[in-house]
């Protein structure tokens, strides 16, 4: 698991948090592969290296169906699948330092888009080798085109981004999809990558208690959870007219 608690939150807050809300029985009732399951420290387990593979492949794809965007939506499994991937993220850093300023919280950002947007309709199986591959073959990518000279973002007080949504309206909205959003974000250097995981683990959590506890897994207290979301997202939309370019 991450030690450092600003890439996808504190794992003792968060495995205690889950446990006192009874999250993975719940998440049980929907999928099979978690049956039995009293908590996250069960996941652990099951997952710890030298169990068994195939078990293992199970309960991955049970917390990707419940973190992607299309089907159970739920922040918490995000970070779980983060924490627990954290070995494959940590390796993937290593292997891509080469390359330029690609550090874990780069692979951290990637990583949550791809587990957001992961087609597990269609791929059934190691999903683990799936999201990191998915993963590296991005980062490897932009790692390569940003060689070759990525255009500068639009000045920050370009009007692009209004100008699109008044042309088209409530639609305009619609088109612009918020992974999509953030998978360019991570690879541009708009923000920090850690603020865009932090924007997307807080983006369906309310106000209260539930986003208390949130806060205090990335060892924030809850006022700067919000100053994080909203520089983050007025660097969005100073970058919009880029994106939309991009786009």
């Known amino acids: 698991m991450f030690c450092d ?4 939150g504190s794992w003792p807050v968060l495995v205690a948090r889950l446990d006192a809300a009874g999250t993975v029985p719940r998440w049980a009732a929907a999928e099979p592969a978690l049956t039995g399951m009293a908590g996250v420290g ?16 199970a309960v991955i794809g049970a917390l990707v169906r419940w973190a992607a965007g299309d089907a159970g939506d739920d922040g918490d499994a995000v970070l779980l699948l983060l924490h627990l991937l954290s070995d494959g993220v940590l390796a993937m850093a290593a292997r891509l330092r080469g390359l330029g300023d690609l550090l874990v919280p780069a692979v951290v950002a990637e990583l949550t888009c ?10 059934t199986r190691a999903y683990a080798a799936n999201l990191l591959l998915d993963t590296k073959h991005v980062l490897w990518a932009e790692s390569a085109h940003a060689r070759g000279g990525v255009e500068d973002l639009l000045d920050p007080h370009s009007d692009a981004w209004e100008h699109r949504a008044a042309a088209g309206g409530a ?18 250097a708009v923000c920090p ?43 969005l939309r100073a970058a919009g007219g880029h994106y939309l370019r991009a786009a």
């Open 114 to 123: 791809q587990i957001r947007v992961f087609p597990w309709r269609r791929r």
């Open 5 to 8: 608690d600003s890439l996808a």
């Open 193 to 235: 990558p850690g603020d865009l995981v932090v924007l997307l683990a807080s983006e369906r959590v309310p106000a209260g208690p539930a986003r208390r506890a949130l806060a205090a897994e990335f060892g924030l207290h809850e006022r700067a959870l919000r100053r994080r979301r909203h520089r983050t997202l007025t660097a």
């Open 42 to 57: 069960d996941l652990a387990m099951v997952l710890a290296r030298g169990a068994d593979h195939a078990r293992a492949d």
């Open 171 to 188: 639609a305009a909205d619609e088109d612009l999809d918020l992974v999509d959003v953030l998978m360019w974000a991570a690879r541009n």
